[in-house]
């Protein structure tokens, strides 16, 4: 790599997901080939986690890290008795954030259930023979201060000291919470050595990152200046039965395309951007 290369900025493409299904990871795995994505985050709680995973370790060119989950339609890795608070009265995950949030709020979420689970579906990825170079969470949760500091628990326990800032540009409460929790969180990390990308786009775009919306969102990111740069994606197959279990209205093969769409990589290349994955952020020693 020449110097002029190493002095554009880094734009981290990151697919969330993979092993939500199989036509998911295989969308993923292809619009790295074929795309602008360096790297995906590996959720473990799913039915297609080990057919995925299999999948997964024939390609080192991608970065890995773990979507850590405590929420969503999947059961968790442990049982309910280990982690009562993390479940329901039918030892299922609750389903979303805004069940999580306030019961965390309310001191209902015991920190050890949270480390036990994560602590288990890290192991499960790397037991799979995956190198890990991040972490973040499905729904985002940990940008959550109890959340947050479970993971950099782990993160330092396990050697893995890059996490994904998520950050809105929004202006509405969900906007707002999230910039007022990111600088916590950067305030937090610097003082530990942790690195994390310095800007970051898709929370808002989430589920329907089309290509105009993706062209957007990168001159966005190229104008706002930041030397390292994430941007999160949902990409998958078209025709996924597996998928309707998921009702999130997602647009998972509209995003698929645009990764590896002639014009998104145009802008990438127009705006200077240099594609990596979390493994270019630079570890203080």
Not at 43 to 56: D, G, I, N, W
Request: hydrophobic share 45%; aromatic share 8%.
């Amino acid at each position: 790599m020449s110097a002029v290369d190493d002095a554009r900025p880094l734009l981290i493409v990151n697919a969330d997901d993979f092993a939500l299904t199989e036509r998911v990871s295989q969308g993923i795995i292809d619009a790295h080939r074929r795309g602008i994505v360096t790297s995906t985050s590996v959720l473990t709680l799913t039915p297609a986690f080990e057919r995925s995973v299999a999948m997964l370790r024939d390609v080192d060119s991608i970065g890995v890290g773990v979507h850590l989950a405590a929420v969503g339609e999947d059961p968790p890795l442990l049982s309910a008795r280990e982690i009562p608070s993390l479940v329901d009265a039918d030892g299922r995950l609750w389903n979303s954030w805004k069940v999580f949030l306030p019961r965390a709020a309310a001191g209902r979420i015991d920190p050890d259930d949270l480390r036990r689970e994560f602590a288990a579906q890290i192991e499960a990825v790397t037991a799979a023979g995956l190198i890990v170079d991040h972490f973040d969470t499905h729904q985002n949760l940990h940008m959550w201060p109890m959340v947050h500091d479970v993971v950099v628990e782990l993160g330092e326990s396990h050697g893995v000291r890059r996490l994904r800032m998520t950050r809105s540009r929004q202006w509405g409460p969900v906007g707002l919470t999230v910039r007022a929790l990111a600088r916590r969180s950067e305030r937090r990390l610097s003082a530990r050595g942790w690195v994390w990308p310095a800007d970051y786009a898709g929370l808002d775009e989430a589920g329907a990152f089309g290509v105009g919306a993706m062209v957007q969102a990168l001159g966005r990111l190229a104008a706002a200046g930041a030397m390292t740069t994430e941007l999160a994606s949902h990409p998958g197959l078209p025709d996924d039965p597996a998928r309707d279990r998921y009702r999130w209205g997602y647009q998972w093969a509209a995003e698929y395309e645009a990764l590896c769409s002639g014009s998104v990589r145009a802008i990438v290349d127009e705006f200077g951007f240099r594609l990596g994955s979390y493994a270019d952020l630079s570890v203080p020693a």
